[in-house]
Nanobody, 115 residues
Framework: QVQLVESGGGWVQAGGSLRLSCAAS????????MGWYRQAPGKQRELVAR???????NYADSVKGRFTISRDNAKNTVYLQMNSLKPEDTAVYYC?????????WGQGTQVTVSS
């Protein structure tokens, strides 16, 4: 069993910043890839950013230069720093982790950016 608990979502005006956190517990290790996805109303879930155990990252083109993913392996926690937010970033953001038994998802946290 793997549990993911997200926090940090909320409402912000365009141009503002938010920081999401996701703490993992259960059958995990520090070598598991982690990441963030998002799903806007009426759209498919899409990758925002992923990070490997060694710190290698990849980002969606739409967030490059604005969002930064990081992780604290000692705390089994992944973060997403979101700057220069735009209304089109409005979505439910989901944390994910890949383990031997499969991929697990958090419950999601709402991010709303007003213009």
């Amino acid at each position: 069993q793997v549990q993911l608990v997200e926090s940090g979502g909320g409402w912000v005006q365009a141009g503002g910043s938010l920081r999401l956190s996701c703490a993992a517990s259960g059958r995990i290790s520090s070598i598991n890839p982690m990441g963030w996805y998002r799903q806007a109303p009426g759209k498919q879930r899409e990758l925002v950013a992923r990070i490997s155990s060694g710190g290698s990252t990849n980002y969606a083109d739409s967030v490059k230069g604005r969002f930064t993913i990081s992780r604290d392996n000692a705390k089994n926690t992944v973060y997403l720093q979101m700057n220069s937010l735009k209304p089109e970033d409005t979505a439910v953001y989901y944390c994910m982790i890949v383990v031997v038994s499969g991929t697990y998802w958090g419950q999601g946290t709402q991010v709303t950016v007003s213009s």
